[in-house]
């Protein structure tokens, strides 16, 4: 049964995945340049953004 799963599900994931290369194939330049700048963003954002240490985190539930 769990193997029918993983097979459905690995089906599904690469039906998405050729859609989004699809979508991405029917960009133009710009909009693939746009699309990367925000991936950049996020990421530098993601990087950048204060986190608070697990120790502390932690030690406030004690």
């Given amino acids: ?9 690995e089906v599904n994931l690469k039906d998405t995945e050729q859609e989004r290369i699809n979508e991405v194939k029917s960009l133009s330049y710009l909009e693939r340049l746009e699309r990367l ?23 406030s539930f004690s």
């Fill in 1 to 9: 049964m769990e193997k029918n799963k993983n097979i459905i599900c």
């Fill in 37 to 59: 700048m925000i991936l950049i963003e996020v990421s530098y954002t993601l990087k950048k953004v204060n986190r608070i240490p697990l120790r502390k985190a932690f030690s």
